[in-house]
């Protein structure tokens, strides 16, 4: 092999494998279709939902705001362990993270996640003992939804 065939084999390498990686994520337009109606099934307070995504050479993760109906502490964090169950077992391809926020109905026509939602204060004491929760979003890495959710393709 010349050097010229070395560093051309090289340079497809470099290239290759990112694109290899982030392949194995499902598109955006595959979780919208499956996760919104698994989040909507998954707890009777959940009115709605909305989504953005973010994309990494691990794969794609989202955040994902839930509109209910009862704002009370229990119902909250009972919203948001079923929301983030339902999520990460309809996800098409396993997510690299959720970021879990709860507002109230109605849902906005132009809706902006960086917003704050409602205070997640109260309900932090009913969740997972380390949860990490940041400006009233939950974060759940891939690790976290595992531990809580079994692995990822199988039902909890």
Do not use: Q
């Amino acid at each position: 092999m010349t050097e010229i065939n070395r560093i051309v084999a090289a340079v497809a390498a470099m290239v290759a494998a990112p694109l290899a990686l982030s392949g194995c994520a499902a598109s955006a337009d595959e979780f919208e279709e499956l996760v919104p109606p698994a989040v909507l099934a998954s707890d009777s307070h959940i009115v709605d939902t909305a989504m953005s995504f973010s994309n990494g050479l691990a794969g794609r993760g989202f955040s994902l705001r839930i509109y209910v109906t009862d704002t009370s502490d229990a119902a909250v964090a009972a919203a948001i362990d079923a929301a983030a169950e339902a999520a990460y077992h309809a996800s098409p391809s396993r997510p690299t993270s959720i970021y879990l926020d709860v507002a109230e109905p109605p849902r906005p026509e132009r809706v902006n996640l960086g917003a704050r939602g409602i205070s997640l204060d109260g309900a932090r004491e009913l969740l997972w003992p380390d949860v990490v929760i940041i400006n009233d979003v939950v974060h759940l890495a891939s690790g976290d939804l595992e531990k809580l959710y079994g692995p990822w393709g199988e039902a909890g």
